[in-house]
């Protein structure tokens, strides 16, 4: 796969349009840096202060945004060098993650937050490797 710089994920700060009875929230359009197809959006509840950790996508680009709460993000490349990025209602951004690169994340905010991953092609349980929290180490706060 060759070397994984960790510059190559990209965070995109994303629009909130105010309007009459609630704001607006942009995500993705296929026009966007980043959009690389699409094969299914979901969402994902993490809680205040749990952790998902360590997961590597083979051949899923990722594109997450929390438009509930705030979860730092940890990505991980070969040399174990760590990027951290937090994103959420208040800095509402887009991380565009290539893969190749093992990832967890944490709810930060007191309240559960929630998490939406456009990615370019559908899920599919062996595309992605999986370890222990406690495999990659890096501390957790």
Known sequence: MG?????QITITPLKQIPTLGGDVL???KKSDDGFNGFGEAYFSWIL???????KKHTQMTMNLIVPIGLVKFVFCNHE???REECIGTESYSRLTVPPGFWFGFQGISSDPSLILNISNILHD??????L??????YTWN
Do not use: G, M, T, Y
């Not at 205040?48 to 360590?54: E, L, T």
């Not at 222990?132 to 180490?137: A, E, F, G, L, M």
């Open 125 to 130: 349980p062996s595309e992605a490797n999986r």
């Open 132 to 137: 222990n929290v406690s495999d990659i180490h």
């Open 3 to 7: 070397s994984l710089d960790l510059d």
């Open 26 to 28: 942009h995500a993705l």
């Open 48 to 54: 205040p202060n749990s952790i998902k950790a360590w």
């Open 80 to 82: 174990n060098q760590f």
